[in-house]
């Protein structure tokens, strides 16, 4: 069975701070990586990634993926109280199945 | 992004009763559907791929039975929650992959909060 293990799983930032989320995952059927954003209620789609070293970028967020070492990560630079969430990261094989990692709270204080 | 509609957002229901849910892809078709539950504090898990024409396919330790699939139009799946029981009570997710465009990407419904008595 696939498994997506998200880093850290909650973190506490000021506004205007950088954060970056880890994400590391094992490789059976790969098809692509997939981050969202979770406020109160169902996800919402960030980035899709499917080919290493290739940066995605929407706004201060950003997103890489290395096919190598397993793993991904999301950036967000001058972070804003709106950001305060849950940020997940999820492992898409064939067949369209999603795993999902833990999640990584995050807080963005004012 | 893609829309992707449930119905109902929330129900409260005594315990043996059944509930269905619907998930609905509003402005795309979608011959795959996957519906995931929620606890608390906790993340997605999957629970079973609704294809769209055949039946569904159920992860491990999902009762068929249980929760019942069915995806009868490219654009509507259904989850019915059997004798549900306290223990069902969960945060219902649909998702739905849209093939348009460069990138197939799965879109999620706003969820069901379901509430057992």
């Known amino acids: 069975e696939d498994k997506v293990v998200q880093s850290p799983l909650s973190l506490v930032v000021h506004e205007g701070d950088t954060v970056t989320l880890n994400c590391s995952y094992e490789?059976?059927?790969?098809?692509?990586l997939l981050w969202y954003k979770q406020e109160k209620k169902a996800p919402t789609f960030l980035f899709m990634l499917?080919?290493?070293?290739i940066e995605k970028k929407s706004g201060r967020l950003s997103s890489i993926l290395d096919k190598k070492e397993l793993f991904s990560i999301l950036n967000i630079t001058a972070t804003q109280t709106g950001d305060s969430a849950v940020y997940l990261c999820?492992?898409?094989?064939?067949?369209?199945?999603?795993?999902f990692g833990e999640g990584t709270q995050l807080t963005v204080n004012p | 992004g893609a829309v992707v509609s449930q119905h109902p957002s929330r129900v409260i229901c005594k315990s043996g009763t059944s509930v269905k849910i619907e998930c609905r892809s509003l402005?795309?078709?979608?011959?795959?559907m996957f519906w995931y539950r929620q606890f608390p504090k906790q993340s997605l898990m999957l629970m079973a791929t609704?294809?769209?024409?055949?039946?569904?396919?159920?992860e491990q330790g999902v009762e068929k039975d249980k929760f019942l699939i069915n995806h009868a139009s490219l654009t509507l799946s259904t989850l019915t929650v059997t004798s549900a029981h306290p223990e069902d009570s969960s945060f219902y997710i649909c998702?739905?992959?849209?093939?348009?465009?460069?990138?197939?990407?799965?879109?999620f419904g706003p969820g069901t909060r379901l509430l057992v008595l």
């Open positions: 609704s294809n769209e024409g055949s039946k569904a396919t159920y």
């Open positions: 998702s739905a992959r849209d093939y348009r465009g460069l990138g197939a990407t799965q879109y």
């Open positions: 999820g492992e898409e094989t064939s067949g369209s199945r999603l795993t």
């Open positions: 499917t080919s290493s070293g």
């Open positions: 402005d795309f078709q979608a011959t795959t």
């Open positions: 490789v059976t059927n790969f098809r692509s």
